[in-house]
């Protein structure tokens, strides 16, 4: 559906200020629009999503589940998951959560739990990635990784190549990364991507990280497109969340007047993950059910023979460090 141009308008004007799209004030402007649409259904639909027992990924589970799909949530904290699983259950009398616990900065224990998924169910129709941390100092995974490289990038494609064959059981698989507005300061650049413990600073490592998971949503959709799988990136928008406190608590107490709820912030995962209208097309990054330039400023912007390289660098790149990581190849 063709938006009115005076909607257009408006939502422009707002992805123009920065602060309009990213604040609340985005979805409770867009909501009114023409074209917003209620989120489709999702009965029969299984969705695993990672980081879901609190914040936006619990937000996005709880949705899910009163849409009607099972939702298969990985999360660190067991007396959260049961917690989120109690409540949903109250809402809609059915027992549509399963709890898989296990840390995602972990290669081997990504592996164990893309083993548990694949030992219980045949398809999944839904991957979500959203489990993410930014630090304020370096630290170092079991395998030796830099933390925010392991747990926004590589357990992220690892658990996305071993759930490979799942997706394409499904009808109209999809696999949604939860970015972030932090990665617009940075353009890619592999070489840097793990930081060093001299030069580490844990916001750029962390915008950088978001950085690269466009460039590897863009790359995932050339290479399994053609399987029926979309692959998409999106920003929630500056949402309160116990990470956002964690990880930049003096941003979160300015803008704690204009920040999104957990919900609002979800909302776009949800719609994707439903099949909204319009999100059939992949490599996309979304904003608020749209998709918006992943580039804002210039200097951040490869062309394209140049964003074609980099995402076939950083796939080989992926594979390369779980194998040294892990001691064991990817098939």
Same mark, same amino acid.
């Given at each position: 559906?063709?938006?009115?141009?005076?909607?257009?308008?408006?939502?422009?004007?707002?992805? =123009?200020?920065?602060?309009?799209?990213?604040?609340?004030?985005?979805?409770?402007?867009?909501?009114?629009?023409?074209?917003?649409?209620?989120?489709?259904?999702?009965?029969?639909?299984?969705?695993?999503?990672?980081?879901?027992?609190?914040?936006?990924?619990?937000?996005?589970?709880?949705?899910?589940?009163?849409?009607?799909?099972?939702?298969?949530?990985?999360?660190?904290?067991?007396?959260?998951?049961?917690?989120?699983?109690?409540?949903?259950?109250?809402?809609?009398?059915?027992?549509?959560?399963?709890?898989?616990?296990?840390?995602?900065?972990?290669?081997?224990?990504?592996?164990?739990?893309?083993?548990?998924?694949?030992?219980?169910?045949?398809?999944?129709?839904?991957?979500?990635?959203?489990?993410?941390?930014?630090?304020?100092?370096?630290?170092?995974?079991?395998?030796?990784?830099?933390?925010?490289?392991?747990?926004?990038?590589?357990?992220?494609?690892?658990?996305?190549?071993?759930?490979?064959?799942?997706?394409?059981?499904?009808?109209?698989?999809?696999?949604?990364?939860?970015?972030?507005? =932090?990665?617009?300061?940075?353009?890619?650049?592999?070489?840097?991507?793990?930081?060093?413990?001299?030069?580490?600073?844990?916001?750029?490592?962390?915008?950088?990280?978001?950085?690269?998971?466009?460039?590897?949503?863009?790359?995932?959709?050339?290479?399994?497109?053609?399987?029926?799988?979309?692959?998409?990136?999106?920003?929630?928008?500056?949402?309160?969340?116990?990470?956002?406190?964690? =990880?930049?608590?003096?941003?979160?107490?300015?803008?704690?007047?204009?920040?999104?709820?957990?919900?609002?912030?979800?909302?776009?995962?949800?719609?994707?993950?439903?099949?909204?209208?319009?999100?059939?097309?992949? =490599?996309?990054?979304?904003?608020?059910?749209?998709?918006?330039?992943?580039?804002?400023?210039?200097?951040?912007?490869?062309?394209?023979?140049?964003?074609?390289?980099?995402?076939?660098?950083?796939?080989?790149?992926?594979?390369?460090?779980?194998?040294?990581?892990?001691?064991?190849?990817?098939?």
């Amino acid at each position: 559906m063709t938006r009115p141009l005076p909607a257009q308008i408006i939502d422009s004007a707002l992805e =123009g200020s920065i602060v309009g799209s990213f604040s609340r004030i985005g979805p409770l402007v867009r909501s009114r629009l023409p074209g917003w649409e209620e989120i489709p259904r999702m009965d029969g639909l299984t969705a695993v999503i990672t980081g879901g027992t609190s914040g936006i990924g619990a937000a996005a589970a709880r949705k899910m589940a009163l849409l009607g799909a099972k939702v298969i949530i990985i999360g660190r904290d067991r007396k959260r998951a049961e917690a989120l699983r109690k409540k949903v259950r109250g809402a809609i009398d059915r027992d549509a959560i399963e709890i898989l616990i296990g840390d995602l900065s972990d290669l081997e224990e990504t592996r164990r739990l893309a083993h548990e998924i694949t030992s219980r169910h045949a398809s999944i129709d839904v991957l979500v990635h959203n489990a993410g941390a930014l630090l304020t100092e370096r630290k170092a995974t079991q395998q030796g990784i830099e933390m925010t490289v392991a747990v926004h990038l590589l357990a992220p494609f690892l658990l996305t190549e071993l759930l490979l064959p799942l997706l394409r059981n499904a009808t109209h698989p999809r696999v949604i990364t939860v970015s972030s507005g =932090g990665m617009y300061t940075q353009r890619f650049k592999l070489a840097e991507l793990e930081m060093t413990p001299e030069a580490y600073n844990g916001t750029v490592a962390y915008a950088r990280a978001k950085r690269a998971q466009i460039v590897l949503t863009e790359e995932w959709q050339r290479r399994h497109g053609g399987e029926r799988i979309t692959f998409h990136a999106m920003h929630p928008g500056w949402v309160a969340t116990p990470g956002l406190d964690a =990880g930049l608590p003096l941003f979160g107490r300015m803008m704690k007047p204009v920040l999104r709820t957990p919900a609002e912030g979800a909302d776009t995962i949800v719609w994707l993950a439903a099949g909204g209208a319009g999100s059939a097309h992949g =490599g996309r990054f979304w904003c608020d059910r749209k998709p918006r330039s992943p580039y804002y400023i210039p200097r951040t912007k490869p062309s394209t023979a140049r964003a074609l390289l980099e995402g076939t660098a950083l796939y080989k790149w992926c594979r390369q460090r779980i194998s040294e990581g892990t001691g064991r190849q990817l098939q």
